[in-house]
C-alpha cells in the first residue's frame, strides 16, 4: 500500500503537467498551453522545450493510468465545462470494459480526476 501511495504521487504530478498543458493561453486565447509551448519549442526556445518535459512516469501504474484516460475521454461535459467523475460513471465503465477495481484504484481515479480538472488548486 506504501508502494501505491508513493507512485500514485508521481503519477499525480504526471497528470498536472499534462493537464496544465491542456489549460487555454488564456480567457482570450483558448489555444492549450502545450500547443502555445510546441509552437515556440519548434523555433527553438528553451524555455518552451523544457516546459514540455513531462515529470516520471510512474510504470507500475500505466494500467490505471490508461484507466483514466480513458474515462477522461468519455468524460460529460456540462454548461460550464467538463463534469467530474461520478460513482455510476465509473461504475458504467467498469462494466463496459470488465474492469475489476478496487477501492483504492477508485480513490486514485478521482484523485487524478481532480487533478485534471483543477490542476492548480493544490499539491497533492
Known amino acids: 500500500r ?3 501511495r508513493g507512485e500514485l504521487r508521481i503519477l499525480m504530478q504526471f497528470a498536472r503537467h499534462e493537464a496544465r498543458l491542456r489549460q487555454p493561453v488564456s480567457e482570450k486565447d483558448r ?10 519549442a519548434s523555433r527553438g ?8 518535459l513531462p515529470p516520471p512516469f510512474p510504470i507500475a ?20 465545462g ?3 467523475f461520478t460513482p455510476a460513471h465509473i461504475k458504467a465503465a467498469c462494466d463496459l470494459f470488465g474492469w475489476q477495481l ?23
Open 61 to 80: 501504474l500505466t494500467s490505471l493510468w490508461q484507466k483514466f484516460e480513458r474515462l477522461d475521454g468519455m468524460r460529460e461535459v456540462g454548461q460550464y
Open 102 to 124: 478496487t477501492p483504492q484504484d477508485v480513490e486514485a481515479l478521482v484523485a487524478l480526476d481532480v487533478v485534471m480538472l483543477y490542476p492548480d488548486a493544490g499539491q497533492d
Open 45 to 52: 526556445n528553451a524555455s518552451a522545450i523544457a516546459a514540455l
Open 31 to 40: 489555444t492549450p498551453v502545450g500547443a502555445h509551448y510546441q509552437e515556440l
Open 2 to 4: 506504501a508502494f501505491f
Open 82 to 84: 467538463p463534469l467530474r
